[in-house]
């Protein structure tokens, strides 16, 4: 069995997490692992240069997790964290204050800039980093080149100015209403080797509760991604990133509002649309709060259902992602 997870970064994560946990239930492979092949395709959009280093947020959440590392309150960084280099940076006066780096999680982004600026692309070093975390699945960046997401908000003038989208998110909090995004880099870029594959050759693909717009949204960018997984013939299933109006972590609320969508499941459900009319979706799992929603949504053309789909832990996690395969016979 071929599963392809398209991923951002926490909820990406911790589904991903339940998805295993689960095939390793069903399709044991002895060893405590599964012989069902993952593979997961990371938003990089959030990607940035800082102190000289490539930080690739999501990828690292999705390996940390994965591969045991995370910390799990917070649902990023490493376990066990110190912050002595970003500390003695603010006492230099240099830097970026708002955005700090762990000490454990800095040697993964110097171990990462160390291998680009040997040559290796992005995905070959994803590769070698993920040897050490043997995250039990195979991670791919959407694209070896780079792709930043940026966001566009109105200046006090009534102008317009680009922040990078971590600045929005984590320094402003999404407080600064957005007029759009846009993926700088984006007209060079091509999927990185495999994606393709992964979404064409799967039995199913899944979109996991990840942003809409800026995780998920941003991999469908990349040109080729949307039409493969428009027209692969594995069954794309998504869970819905909202619950009751709102969503579940993060602001995605700002990203739906800057792109005209509602903050509802059933709204995130058509933004993606059904494949049955030109969209992307086969099926789409709402919570039980929102349960109301599926009797529209099946007249839409989606298979639908509704679950709870709070993931509290790694076994409750596991059901979700049953209950979301249940909809496509698996």
């Known amino acids: 069995m071929k599963v392809t997870v398209l991923a951002g970064g926490v909820g990406g994560a911790r589904f991903t997490r339940g998805l295993r946990h689960l095939l390793a239930q069903r399709l044991p492979d002895g060893a405590g692992g599964t012989t069902a092949e993952i593979t997961v395709v990371v938003n990089t959009g959030d990607d940035m240069w800082l102190h000289g280093v490539r930080v690739c947020p999501d990828l690292d959440t999705v390996m940390y997790t994965l591969g045991g590392a995370v910390h ?4 990023w960084g490493r ?3 110190s912050r002595r280099v970003s500390d003695d940076l603010a006492a230099y006066d240099v830097g970026w204050d708002w955005f700090t780096l762990g000490d454990l999680d800095l040697a993964t982004h110097l171990a990462r800039t160390q291998l680009l600026r040997a040559g290796l692309p992005l995905s070959a070093v994803t590769a070698r980093l993920c040897e050490r975390w043997q995250p039990g699945a195979r991670l791919l960046p959407m694209s070896d080149q780079e792709v930043e997401t940026h966001v566009v908000v109105a200046g006090d003038q009534g102008d317009e100015r680009l922040l990078h989208f971590e600045e929005w998110w984590v320094r402003h909090r999404a407080g600064l209403p957005a007029v759009r995004f846009e993926q700088v880099g984006l007209a060079g870029a091509a999927p990185a080797p495999g994606v393709l594959d992964a979404i064409v050759r799967a039995d ?20 080729g991604v949307r039409d493969a997984v428009a027209s692969t013939p594995a069954a794309v299933v998504g869970v819905s990133p909202i619950v009751g109006g709102a969503p579940v972590r993060g602001m995605a609320d700002a990203c739906l509002l800057a792109i005209g969508v509602e903050t509802s499941a059933a709204a995130v459900a058509r933004h993606y649309g059904p494949r049955s009319t030109g969209g992307l979706l086969d099926a789409w799992l709402v919570d039980e709060v929102d349960a109301d929603a599926v009797e529209g949504l099946v007249a839409d053309g989606f298979r639908a259902g509704a679950a709870p789909t709070l993931m509290t832990d790694v076994p409750t996690t596991a059901r979700i992602a ?4 249940a909809l496509v016979g698996l």
Not at 205 to 211: A, G, H, I, Y
Request: no cysteine; net charge negative.
């Open 72 to 75: 799990e309150d917070q649902g």
């Open 204 to 223: 199913v693909v899944v979109l996991p509760p990840s942003n809409p717009v800026v995780s998920v949204g941003t991999i469908l960018a990349i040109p």
């Open 322 to 325: 049953a209950d979301a395969l």
């Open 79 to 81: 376990r066990d964290e």
